[in-house]
């Protein structure tokens, strides 16, 4: 209640989400706004039933329009989301590096009423999934073999010398 300009924009993530419902498409959605401007730079729903693709969720939408402006990352930028980001999403803003997110809803509050799982997880059980060890996770995963599995990341130590990991200096 503190931080007026943060809560509008909140709030505005939430209406996103319902008119997204309205539109037939699930109650998602997020903005990015350039911290030091105030600028809008992307405002995004969650596509995933409009357009079939389990991926569209309103974060990566939203990383993907800030992309198509020229903005490789999201540093200098605010994001406001409806819910707290599923861990595909969570991911997705590691790398992307915003200086802060705010969300509407704790995932409590959206489970509730929500639940987003697949036959691999459920809401409730998904963030433990990525503390697990790689066989004890329900989806499966397995190491192939091949001739050279490193070949890819030596050649590209060699293409970029700088960028090796210290340890391998
Ligand atoms: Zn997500």
Redesign the pocket.
């Known amino acids: 209640m503190s931080d007026p300009p943060h809560e509008s924009l909140a709030e505005r993530a939430v209406r996103l989400a319902v008119d997204n419902v309205a539109a037939g498409g699930k109650p998602?959605a997020c903005i990015v706004v350039d911290a030091g401007t105030g600028e809008v730079l992307a405002e995004a729903t969650?596509q995933v039933t409009q357009r079939g693709d389990p991926t569209a969720?309103?974060?990566?939408e939203a990383i993907r329009q800030v992309a198509a402006r020229g903005r490789s990352d999201l540093a200098g930028c605010e994001v406001y989301v409806t819910a707290y980001?599923?861990?595909?999403?969570?991911g997705?803003l590691y790398y992307a590096q915003p200086e802060k997110v705010f969300f509407a809803a704790t995932r409590q509050q959206e489970g509730e009423y929500y639940e987003?799982g697949t036959r691999y997880m459920s809401l409730g059980t998904f963030y433990d999934e990525y503390a697990k060890p790689t066989g004890e996770r329900s989806l499966p995963t397995h190491q192939a073999v091949v001739a050279d599995a490193a070949a890819p990341f030596r050649a590209y130590a060699q293409a970029h010398p700088n960028s090796r990991p210290p340890s391998a200096r």
Request: a negative charge; hydrophobic letters at 35%.
């Open positions: 998602f969650n969720h309103g974060e990566i980001p599923c861990p595909m999403c969570l997705a987003d």
